[in-house]
């Protein structure tokens, strides 16, 4: 063998060895803006994840819509088009109904509750159900049981001034609340909302507290109203034939950070409930927390008409499941 020969053989040999040893892509997409306090966690997840993995998995996440959008990521990840998805529970709309079982209005606002939800039999359930539509699970992570109802011009404090209010919609079920109250609810994935209440598409919406702050709803409403009326989560999920081609370090290590990024997940939102009322204020915004008697309005108002179309939407999946999340309030 002359020296070229050895030197392309020895060439050829590492270009091997390198590509054996080259990181598995692991695309993720999702709708929060970067400043979100759940949109940092997803970013601390991903560098856990290649950590554990020892470097097999190259973790590359795209925020803020920027590589699907928001209402396509379910699909993208089920047809293998992307790895990995975190989505909002209730962008499952009509195609998983029951995802939407926390925003049902004053159903599951304990922290307590939330604490246990990632290992709990109303998750594991849930997470079969999943498995079924294609996706493959990988990570709960709690995002608010704290929102608001914006509004502009004036605060919206009882059912009463929901009449003729044009606003964004969460989902059918939850909508049913918005539309007994005498509201007209619009659908759009949550980039757009800001943009359709600064132009008058609509006039009010209801978000997560901190996602007010975080996608600048103060520059286009002077009015929230903090309620606790539906709980959100965003979760983390991957394309099952893509899982199942990677090694067990790597699948351990998506196992252990999403675990770890519940709890993150949690300490976070815990706390940009907290601080977001006030960072609001200082944007010019009057905020309102709903009293307990207003709470106990917007609840008889919104509940039944919420329960009804829940139950039409999740039939008897939907009753063993809110049996299941009787376990851990």
């Not at 554990?52 to 047809?79: H, P, R």
């Not at 209005?105 to 939330?114: L, V």
Request: net charge negative.
């Amino acid at each position: 063998m002359n020296r070229y020969t050895a030197t392309l053989a020895a060439t050829l040999l590492l270009s091997a060895v390198t590509m054996s040893h080259a990181a598995t892509p692991m695309r993720c997409s999702h709708q929060l803006p970067p400043a979100h306090h759940i949109a940092i966690v997803v970013d601390k997840w991903a560098a856990e994840v290649e950590k554990l993995s020892d470097g097999e998995l190259d973790v590359q996440v795209f925020g803020a819509d920027s590589l699907i959008k928001a209402n396509d990521n379910i699909l993208s990840v089920a047809k293998g088009d992307i790895e990995c998805a975190f989505s909002l529970n209730f962008q499952w709309g009509k195609t998983l109904p029951i995802m939407n079982v926390t925003v049902g209005p004053y159903t599951m606002s304990s922290i307590e509750a939330w604490k246990k939800w990632p290992t709990s039999e109303a998750a594991a359930f849930l997470e079969e159900k999943l498995t079924k539509k294609g996706v493959k699970n990988i990570a709960w992570m709690f995002q608010t049981n704290t929102s608001v109802f914006t509004s502009k011009g004036k605060a919206l404090v009882s059912p009463d001034d929901f009449t003729g209010i044009k606003m964004r919609g969460i989902g059918p079920a939850f909508d049913r609340g918005l539309t007994a109250m005498g509201a007209t609810t619009v659908a759009m994935p949550g980039s757009e909302v800001y943009q359709a209440l600064a132009t008058g598409v609509i006039d009010a919406a209801v978000t997560d507290v901190a996602a007010a702050y975080s996608r600048k709803y103060f520059e286009v409403q002077d009015h929230m109203t903090v309620v606790p009326v539906l709980a959100a989560y965003l979760h983390g999920y991957v394309n099952p034939a893509w899982y199942e081609g990677l090694s067990d370090k790597s699948k351990a290590a998506l196992k252990q950070s999403g675990e770890a990024a519940s709890q993150w997940a949690l300490e976070a939102s815990i706390q940009a409930a907290a601080d977001a009322p006030k960072q609001l204020e200082e944007k010019g915004v009057k905020v309102h927390v709903a009293t307990d008697a207003e709470n106990e309005a917007f609840k008889a108002a919104m509940q039944p008409a919420f329960a009804e179309g829940f139950a039409e939407e999740s039939g008897e999946d939907g009753k063993t499941l809110l049996g299941l999340i009787e376990k851990i309030q």
